[in-house]
């Protein structure tokens, strides 16, 4: 149980393109989502929040006009990267809050690698 | 200074061997610890979990907490070359469903 999907898992795509990645809770409804990102040989990096029905909290630093969240339902969170530059590229991880308290983890997702030409 | 540091790799073991990862922390407030094996491009899975300073066990696996001393550790036991990954340190402030500040990561290789 707790299976969290991503979808794409790669991406490549050109300079100023908009791109968007989709994060499911396959069989939980999860009302928090988090968005990580990794450079290569870092560590994850919180960077926003997502609630359902409500807007995203986002780390200092990330721009929130550049990256889009949107939870619109309990299993579904999505994260739009726009006008991607290669600076963009790196992977980005999503997890879920299975809604069971604090002593219950968070659930990740295999990832996207996103590269930008 | 980070708020978590990890003991830099890469870590190279042979089979059978015991492996210790470590963590230490800046930030009392940090209650909720954590630790995660990464496969190559895959997402963290959840090896490890502790709330209190203290041992816990699970399998060849003990996590430690020392709370006075703010530091972590992850012993695996008995390695095997499938525990090569990446060992990534958590930790959280208010629950392990919550926002997580990670370590660096150390990639360890079982040498069959």
């Not at chain 1, 359902?52 to 990256?67: H, I, R, W």
């Not at chain 1, 983890?105 to 996103?114: C, K, N, V, Y």
């Not at chain 2, 696996?61 to 390695?79: E, G, H, N, W």
Request: net charge neutral; aromatic share 12%.
């Amino acid at each position: 149980g707790a299976v969290v999907s991503q979808h794409p898992s790669w991406v490549i795509c050109k300079s100023g393109t908009s791109v968007k990645i989709e994060c499911r809770s396959l069989d939980f409804q999860a009302t928090t989502m988090f968005w990580y990102r990794q450079f290569p040989k870092q560590s994850l990096m919180l960077m926003a929040t997502s609630n359902e029905g409500s807007k995203a909290t986002y780390e200092q630093g990330v721009e929130k006009d550049k990256f889009l969240i949107n939870h619109a339902s309990l299993t579904l969170s999505t994260l739009t990267v726009t006008s991607a530059h290669p600076e963009d590229s790196s992977f980005y991880i999503c997890s879920a809050d299975p809604g069971q308290g604090i002593g219950q983890p968070q659930h990740f997702g295999d990832g996207t690698r996103l590269s930008i030409l | 200074q980070k708020e978590v540091e990890q003991d830099p790799g890469p870590l190279s073991v042979p089979e059978g061997a015991i492996v210790s990862l470590n963590c230490t922390y800046s930030n009392s407030a940090f209650q909720y610890f954590m630790w995660y094996r990464q496969y190559s491009r895959k997402g963290p899975e959840l090896l490890m979990y502790t709330y209190s300073s203290g041992n816990k066990e699970d399998g060849r696996f003990t996590a430690q907490v020392d709370k006075s001393s703010k530091y972590i550790s992850l012993f695996i036991r008995d390695s095997q070359p499938s525990d090569s990954a990446t060992y990534l340190c958590a930790m959280s402030f208010t629950g392990a469903n919550s926002k997580l500040t990670f370590g660096k990561g150390i990639t360890l290789s079982v040498r069959p």
